[in-house]
């Protein structure tokens, strides 16, 4: 049986194209005291986010914080804002769950718990997912820790 992944032609890229598009990979930003943070699509790379889970924790500095969720292009055009208009407040620990999951028709919270669907999106390199309290409260000292799950496809 003939391999169908092999190169054809001696083209490394055709190879790609037609190889399973599966190979998860999970990002994280888990540095403390900082409630913006962006991830960059690296060159020669394609991402399909999957998921993305936000633990934010908010300082006792009084005032309401909303997070927001950009997807950049590479000349830093914002394309698509998710703006899930969930206000927290001082000393609170909420979790954000973005999945592309099928389950996710509308938006939902049950309790500290946030959950919110995302379109199918493919960003090529350059590209960038940036999640910020639109507010910038206690910007130097709110914890948002950061996990992105993305099917990555090396081209």
């Known amino acids: 049986m003939e391999d169908l992944c092999t190169p054809v032609a001696g083209s490394s890229k055709i190879a790609a194209y037609s190889m399973p598009l599966v190979n998860p990979v999970l990002y994280s930003d888990v540095t403390n005291n900082d409630s913006d943070k962006t991830f960059t ?28 969720f950009y997807f950049i292009d590479s000349s830093g055009i914002i394309f698509f804002t998710l703006y899930p208009n969930i206000t927290q407040t001082a000393s609170l620990s909420y979790l954000y769950h973005l999945s592309q999951s099928s389950y996710i028709r509308a938006p939902y919270s049950i309790g500290k718990f946030h959950y ?40």
Request: charged share 15%; aromatic share 10%.
């Open 41 to 68: 699509v690296p060159a020669n790379t394609i991402w399909e986010p999957l998921s993305l889970f936000v633990d934010f924790l908010s300082t006792a500095t009084v005032g309401n914080r909303i997070l927001t």
């Open 116 to 155: 919110f669907s995302m379109p199918p999106l493919f960003l090529p390199a350059g590209f960038a997912i940036r999640v910020h309290d639109s507010h910038s409260i206690d910007a130097a000292a709110d914890d948002m820790l950061l996990y992105l799950l993305v099917n990555e496809i090396k081209i």
